[in-house]
């Protein structure tokens, strides 16, 4: 199976949409208290799970499109926008450890990337032929 | 209220790491066919069993968080890259090859540095 770059993209949109769903949840966590009645008057909670529910939904169609073990680990790019969401929105403080993570996510999922079927003339001439 | 040391909620996500990427590999499935997935799902289960699955390993983390640090427990989440790659493998016959390996690895590492961090 050839990967799309659409399903490449989809991920990506995918990841930033999940990533500001988790800062909603941290924010809900937050302001959380157990009583039923007011869980559902967690707007930060509510806007969570919408967040998440419209990433689970692009994920689903992105998987029709493409391999499995190439758009998974594209999912890890949602530590770069929480990293980045958490430090410009939150305020939380970013170190060396933190920056250098971000960066190898980038490597790694370039070379996941690379990987993917269809993603050198050479693999897509062979997937051609098929 | 059950008392579960760090320790426990270590293991108890380990043993039931593969249930995410299980999770996955039924969505992946069920999107073979959306049509019959989302308009007949009592024959063609697989789509929302994999939300399902998704979902129950979400609640699990969510809750073992309340027993341990975020630093101790996020590392585990790079056990779902190792599965999910096994598994496509196993299910799709998706090629691996050293690109693929090199990429998981590096998200690995990260995913080490990035709880070393915080």
Same mark, same amino acid.
């Given at each position: 199976?050839?990967? +799309?770059?659409?399903?490449?993209? &989809?991920?990506?949109?995918?990841?930033?949409?999940?990533?500001? &769903?988790?800062?909603?949840?941290?924010?809900?966590?937050?302001? %959380?208290?157990?009583?039923?009645?007011?869980?559902?008057? $967690?707007?930060?909670?509510?806007?969570?799970?919408?967040?998440?529910?419209? &990433?689970?939904?692009?994920?689903?169609?992105?998987?029709? /499109?493409?391999?499995?073990?190439?758009? /998974?680990?594209?999912? +890890?790019?949602?530590?770069?926008?929480? +990293?980045?969401?958490?430090?410009?929105?939150?305020?939380?403080?970013? $170190?060396?450890?933190?920056?250098?993570?971000?960066?190898?996510?980038?490597?790694?999922? +370039? %070379?996941?990337?690379?990987?993917?079927?269809?993603?050198?003339?050479? $693999?897509?001439?062979?997937?051609?032929?098929? | 209220?059950?008392?579960? *040391?760090?320790?426990?909620?270590?293991?108890?996500?380990?043993?039931?790491?593969?249930?995410?990427?299980? !999770?996955?590999? =039924?969505?992946?499935? !069920? *999107?073979?066919?959306?049509?019959?997935?989302? @308009?007949?799902?009592?024959?063609?289960?697989?789509? =929302?069993?994999? =939300?399902?699955?998704?979902?129950?390993? @979400?609640?699990?983390?969510?809750?073992?968080?309340? @027993?341990?640090?975020?630093? *101790?427990?996020?590392?585990?989440?790079?056990?779902?890259?190792?599965? *999910?790659? @096994?598994?496509?493998?196993?299910? =799709?016959?998706?090629?691996?090859?050293?690109?693929?390996?090199?990429?998981?690895?590096?998200?690995?590492?990260?995913?080490?540095?990035?709880?070393?961090?915080?």
């Amino acid at each position: 199976m050839v990967t +799309s770059k659409f399903a490449i993209m &989809g991920m990506v949109i995918c990841t930033l949409i999940t990533a500001a &769903g988790q800062i909603f949840l941290k924010l809900a966590a937050d302001n %959380f208290s157990p009583d039923l009645s007011l869980v559902f008057k $967690n707007y930060y909670l509510m806007a969570a799970l919408i967040l998440y529910a419209i &990433g689970l939904v692009i994920m689903t169609l992105c998987y029709k /499109y493409g391999e499995l073990s190439v758009l /998974y680990p594209i999912i +890890s790019l949602s530590f770069i926008w929480v +990293s980045l969401l958490s430090f410009f929105w939150l305020g939380e403080s970013l $170190n060396a450890f933190k920056i250098g993570g971000v960066v190898l996510t980038v490597l790694g999922v +370039s %070379f996941v990337g690379k990987g993917a079927n269809g993603s050198t003339k050479r $693999n897509t001439n062979r997937s051609r032929k098929r | 209220m059950i008392n579960i *040391t760090p320790l426990i909620a270590i293991i108890i996500l380990i043993v039931t790491s593969p249930l995410g990427p299980y !999770g996955m590999i =039924f969505i992946k499935y !069920g *999107t073979k066919d959306l049509r019959k997935s989302i @308009f007949h799902p009592i024959k063609n289960y697989h789509l =929302f069993l994999g =939300f399902f699955m998704l979902g129950v390993s @979400f609640i699990l983390y969510a809750v073992m968080l309340r @027993f341990a640090d975020v630093t *101790t427990l996020y590392p585990l989440t790079a056990l779902g890259y190792v599965w *999910t790659t @096994f598994l496509s493998v196993k299910h =799709f016959n998706e090629k691996i090859n050293i690109y693929k390996i090199i990429g998981i690895s590096l998200i690995i590492i990260s995913i080490i540095l990035v709880s070393i961090g915080s």
